[in-house]
């Protein structure tokens, strides 16, 4: 399962990590979103220890959604020594997609 960044934890679950961060911004109410949601649930599993996955709720966490300038979700940035590295906007990508990307980064 991934986990859940919000402004409380970001900078250290994803800015100070030391491995590479998928992170997937999404909404509720957004249905290309919720077609991803278990692909990245899934590749969290699958890179467990290798690198990290998860997503920000944009409705929750509007700060980080403007800091980043999400403006149409899913968005799915990759992070690497605290710096945005890649970004996929939509849902048309698979899961190998998303993994080699993030493991190309590791």
Do not use: H
């Amino acid at each position: 399962m991934a986990e859940q960044f919000n402004e409380n934890n970001f900078e250290a679950e994803v800015i100070q990590s030391d491995v590479p961060v998928l992170v997937d911004f999404w909404a509720e109410w957004c249905g290309p979103c919720k077609m991803i949601g278990p692909i990245v649930d899934e590749l969290a599993k699958d890179v467990e220890g290798t690198a990290k996955v998860g997503k920000v709720n944009v409705d929750e966490a509007r700060d980080l959604a403007v800091k980043y300038g999400v403006r149409s979700i899913p968005l799915l940035l990759f992070f690497k020594g605290g710096e945005v590295k890649d970004q996929i906007v939509g849902a048309s990508v698979t899961k190998d997609q998303l993994k080699e990307k993030l493991i190309a980064l590791a």
